[in-house]
């Protein structure tokens, strides 16, 4: 009994050391593999938004009525045409300046304002185009949302930049494709390691009880007559001794019954004396 206790606890030692270190492999592979993937997902989130505000924003925008003016039949036929593709696209808002840097339009419907000196609208107003990424609040809402805001310049059919427009778009769902790869390949990395350790704790186990069954028949035939399954003389010789220093430890006294088989040469000289 104490040995098949010894056992389970070994197994249960071993169950529950090869699962933490397992579950630290896990966590360590998990976290290396969301770090190398961050740039990547980054990086795409960049092009998906700078590529839909090029293709699917800038053309909806008349940059004609920007370098004059945007009455309310412009803008309400301007916000039809953004809301066709907003939700679509995840843009979160979208401001119009115009060359003189002032807040022409704004899917919030904030009044006319004059920008503080930004950088990428400097630049947008210059024409070049710029991508960024940012944990900011989004145009007419309190609360702060990881965006992608991209800044194009607006132009005219002659070339003349009559403006810029700022897109922003929400940042979880320009990348909502590449975190669902992410979720499946962490699913399949955790499924592994699940098959890994079922495999090596049911190895353990068989191996263990192959082991304990051999140590139990080494012990049996350590003590044990081959033929006749009876104990042998290494056993006798054990219990004589055991006898003997109990009977010295007590004061009890030990007898010792020999018999004399007749004919018991026969069985020795035939099948051997051990």
């Known amino acids: 009994m104490r040995r098949l206790r010894a056992r389970t606890s070994l197994l249960a030692e071993f169950a529950v050391v090869s699962f933490v270190a397992l579950v630290v492999l896990g966590v360590v592979l998990a ?7 961050k740039q990547e997902e980054r990086d795409q989130a960049l092009q998906v938004a700078s590529l839909t505000a090029r293709a699917d924003i800038r053309p909806r925008i008349p940059a004609e009525d920007v370098a004059t003016t945007l009455g309310h039949a412009e803008r309400d036929l301007l916000d039809d045409k953004l809301d066709a593709t907003a939700d679509r696209s995840g843009v979160e808002g979208v401001t119009i300046w115009d060359r003189g840097a002032e807040v022409v339009y704004s899917t919030t419907g904030a009044p006319s304002t004059r920008v503080e000196d930004s950088p990428h609208v400097k630049k947008a107003l210059a024409g070049q185009t710029e991508t960024v ?33 700022e897109v922003d778009f929400v940042y979880d769902h320009l990348v909502a494709g590449h975190k669902e790869d992410q979720k499946t390949i962490l699913g399949v990395l955790a499924g592994s390691l699940g098959v890994i350790y079922l495999l090596m704790l049911g190895t353990v186990a068989r191996s263990s009880r192959t082991h304990h069954r051999q140590a139990r028949e080494t012990e049996h035939q350590a003590v044990h007559d081959a033929l006749t ?29 020999l018999i004399d088989l007749d004919r018991f040469k026969e069985v020795n000289d035939t099948l051997g004396h051990h």
Not at 135 to 145: D, F, I, V
Not at 230 to 257: D, P, T
């Open 31 to 37: 976290q290396t593999f969301l770090r190398t993937t």
């Open 133 to 165: 990424v940012g944990h900011e609040t989004a145009l007419g809402t309190s609360s702060p949302k990881e965006l992608v805001q991209v800044y194009l310049p607006l132009k005219t059919d002659n070339g003349v930049t009559a403006g810029a427009v």
């Open 229 to 257: 399954g009876l104990h042998n003389r290494a056993y006798f010789r054990e219990r004589v001794e055991q006898a003997i220093s109990e009977g010295k430890v007590s004061g009890e006294r030990a007898c010792l019954m």
